[in-house]
């Protein structure tokens, strides 16, 4: 089993930016890849980007220029790095991750951007 949690969200203003952290414990050995989603009030849970344990990545397209994902494989952490956030961009963004078994979600962490 893997456990994920998620820290970093919060307020901020339009044109602001935010750290996501993401941090894996339990079996971590074969997690691959780690990534976020997020769901913004009464829409579906949508890609906002992964990342492989190589570096692969890849980003929802609303996202594209603006978000920065990155991860650190020695801590088992992933990061989300967002900037020029968007009234938008408001929504709960959830870590998660896969093994050979299993998907993984974290409990999810509120961004809320006011204009």
């Known amino acids: 089993q893997v456990q994920l949690v998620e820290s970093g969200g919060g307020l901020v203003q339009a044109g602001g930016s935010l750290r996501l952290s993401c941090a894996a414990s339990g079996s971590t050995d074969d997690i691959n890849p780690m990534g976020w989603y997020r769901q913004r009030l009464g829409n579906q849970r949508e890609l906002v980007a992964t990342?492989?344990?190589?570096?692969?990545?890849n980003y929802g397209d609303s996202v594209k220029a603006r978000f920065s994902i990155s991860r650190d494989n020695a801590k088992n952490t992933v990061y989300l790095q967002m900037n020029s956030l968007k009234p938008e961009d408001t929504a709960v963004y959830y870590c998660?991750?896969?093994?050979?078994?299993?998907?993984?979600w974290g409990q999810g962490t509120q961004v809320t951007v006011s204009s």
């Open positions: 990342i492989t344990s190589d570096g692969t990545t």
């Open positions: 998660t991750a896969e093994d050979n078994w299993n998907e993984y």
